[in-house]
């Protein structure tokens, strides 16, 4: 069992929603990235989502697109994240997913991405932008290696293809709260909940829940539903406005999840 079926399955014994911290790697240096993963998993976070810095990247918001230039342009790219996971693995075996859009995986290779991958200690890979129907080669590539997949599914899914999302992952189940790109918002979407009980009806793998998640009531809301919850953009601002102020952070937003048990 990977470090991410072992982590879900202390969460299920604990009664207790996990915390799936998203961050773009080399922001706002490579070197500096170990540094705020220690902070992170310090405050509370059971599972690091390491962000590829991508040029063009769809699915995201101003706060973590401006991540994704700095660490750009501090020369992070597939390899530098690896080194950075290494690093990491160093000194902690807290469960890594490798969170990337499809350009550059393709253009690394995925044969060469899961060895590597597996090389420097990463559990799980997820393909923002992929294609679930197309996925078949990409899933058995990485599966061969010992690597999760772990897929998106949205409110606007079909069953269909949320039938499809839960036989291609492994690891767990990436819910995407409402339509539309990452970032902070004030409210909850009317989409969650009934996702995330589309999505138990299909499969019995973890459901972790993210985009537009950020502040700790909405955390509460979630953690007596799904399995984790997902923060990355108010990271990510937290990382840009104070860095030394990560793990405390980190702690006011876990905090409502030591006291929720999971209906």
């Known amino acids: 069992m990977s470090r991410i079926g072992q982590l879900f399955e202390t969460l299920r014994r604990e009664s207790r929603c996990g915390m799936i911290a998203y961050l773009t790697a080399g922001d706002p240096t490579p070197e500096a990235t170990p540094g705020l993963v220690a902070a992170l998993e310090r405050g509370g976070a059971d599972l690091i989502e390491l962000g590829v810095p991508f040029s063009d990247p769809i699915a995201d918001g101003p706060v973590i697109q401006l ?8 020369g ?26 499809l350009n550059p995986a393709l253009r690394y290779g995925f044969e060469r991405l899961a060895q590597d991958a ?5 559990d799980g890979c997820l393909l923002t932008d992929v294609s ?22 949205a409110p606007t899914s ?10 291609y992952s492994s690891g767990f189940v990436y819910l995407v709260s409402r339509t539309g790109i990452t970032g902070e918002r004030q409210t909850l979407s009317g989409t969650a909940f ?11 793998l973890p459901l972790a829940m993210g985009f537009g998640i950020s502040t700790a009531p909405q955390i ?26 990560l793990e405390a952070f980190m702690r006011e937003l876990t905090a409502p999840l030591r006291k929720a048990a999971i209906s």
Do not use: C, W
């Open 220 to 245: 509460a809301a979630v953690a007596g539903h799904a399995d984790a919850v997902v923060v990355g953009s108010a990271i990510v601002r937290q990382i840009e406005k104070d860095p030394e102020g």
């Open 118 to 122: 597996k090389a420097a200690g990463i």
């Open 194 to 204: 009934p996702l995330i009980e589309r999505m138990r009806s299909l499969t019995n």
């Open 158 to 167: 079909t069953d269909h293809r949320l039938k499809l999302v839960a036989e």
């Open 76 to 101: 992070t790219n597939v390899a530098k994240v690896l080194a950075i996971a290494a690093k990491i693995r160093e000194t902690s075996e807290i469960p890594l997913l490798l969170f990337t859009y």
């Open 132 to 153: 679930v129907e197309e996925a078949g080669d990409y899933v058995k590539v990485m599966r061969a290696a010992g690597i999760d997949t772990v897929f998106l599914a």
């Open 67 to 74: 991540a994704g230039d700095r660490a750009i342009r501090a």
